[in-house]
């Protein structure tokens, strides 16, 4: 297995692994716990980082370019332009 396959499968697991404990904190109760499980996902969020600039690094993974000024500035006006509805809805 190639280095670019196995940092390309590390960082499908660790995203998946931080999904899973955002779900679980949204659904556990016990505060103990919860707090576990952030931390847990904070450690994984920081693993995911530096995977990531590993790869980005040698040439593994390549972000998407920057989106425009003008697309980030209208999607956030349509976002909330929603949000502004659904409060006015209530």
Do not use: W
């Amino acid at each position: 297995m190639q280095e670019r396959d196995i940092v390309n499968d590390l960082l499908a697991g660790t995203k998946a692994s931080i999904n899973a404990y955002t779900m679980a904190i949204q659904e556990c109760s016990n505060q103990q716990l919860r707090s576990t499980f952030q931390t847990l996902r904070n450690e994984a969020e920081q693993l995911q980082y530096q995977l990531y600039q590993m790869a980005e690094q040698k040439g593994y993974y390549t972000p998407a370019p920057q989106a425009h000024q003008n697309d980030v500035s209208q999607i956030k006006t349509s976002l909330q332009s929603a949000v502004n509805t659904t409060n006015q809805m209530r």
